[in-house]
Antibody, heavy 122, light 112 residues
Framework: QVQLVQSGAEVKKPGASVTVSCKTS????????ISWMRQAPGQGLEWMGW????????NYAQKLQGRITMTIDASASTIYLELRNLRSDDTAMYYC???????????????WGQGTQVTVSS | DIVMTQFPDSLGVSLGERATFNCKSS????????????LAWYQQRPGQPPKLLIY???IRESGVPDRFSGSESGTDFTLTISSLQAEDVAVYYC?????????FGPGTKVDF
């Protein structure tokens, strides 16, 4: 069955970087795109960016440009999210999610990781 | 950016009653490639990731009960639960996937 399993919770100081992993299984990895979303405490969902597991092509939310990098390790069917220069308002639950239909760039998400809590605090 | 608005913020509904969620986009979500609206609905129960319910505004995801339905009128979208069940207590989000950044509405919380 399709699974996306994320790495564990992180606590970071302001200005640091964090890397969250999303290990996938149960589907043909290089056929799909994966997006990252985050959800601040008690808030809604924010799309952060997308990466094609086929080509490595990325599309990032403009507000995060310069601080975000998404990469893939195809041999491990794993996607990584790196966020740099962390601020207190980056404190959130971070989710990876698979796009349901990889045939076109219209990402809606049928499988989600369990979430990774990232806390930024001095 | 496309702004997604949802109303009401919260909804108090009794078991077995009909629940209606509204979502409005600041621009057309009509896809030129297939003439469908790029709009999805998700359910998020406490402590869980979101679950896809509806996509292309009205197509029910496999395994989703048929009491959930989606409809559209221009830039206005509606999710309806025909008969609310206990397990439907959650926050419901709409998402547009026409243009980046893909944006979500602020959500509507359902409880009894």
């Amino acid at each position: 069955q399709v699974q996306l399993v994320q790495s564990g919770a992180e606590v970071k100081k302001p200005g640091a970087s964090v890397t969250v992993s999303c290990k996938t299984s149960g589907f043909r990895f290089n056929k799909y795109g994966i997006s990252w979303m985050r959800q601040a405490p008690g808030q809604g969902l924010e799309w952060m960016g997308w990466i094609s597991a086929y080509s490595g092509h990325t599309n990032y939310a403009q507000k995060l440009q310069g601080r975000i990098t998404m990469t893939i390790d195809a041999s491990a069917s794993t996607i990584y999210l790196e966020l740099r220069n962390l601020r207190s308002d980056d404190t959130a639950m971070y989710y990876c999610a698979r796009e349901k239909d990889p045939s076109d760039f219209y990402p809606f998400f049928d499988y989600w990781g369990q979430g990774t809590q990232v806390t930024v605090s001095s | 950016d496309i702004v997604m608005t949802q109303f009401p913020d919260s909804l108090g509904v009794s078991l077995g009653e009909r629940a209606t969620f509204n979502c409005k986009s600041s621009q057309s979500l009509l896809s030129r490639s297939n003439n469908k609206n790029c709009l999805a609905w998700y359910q998020q129960r406490p402590g869980q990731p979101p679950k896809l319910l509806i996509y292309w505004a009205f197509i029910r995801e496999s395994g989703v009960p048929d009491r959930f339905s989606g409809s559209e009128s221009g830039t206005d979208f509606t999710l309806t639960i025909s008969s609310l069940q206990a397990e439907d207590v959650a926050v419901y989000y709409c998402q547009q996937y026409c243009n980046t950044p893909f944006t979500f509405g602020p959500g509507t919380k359902v409880d009894f």
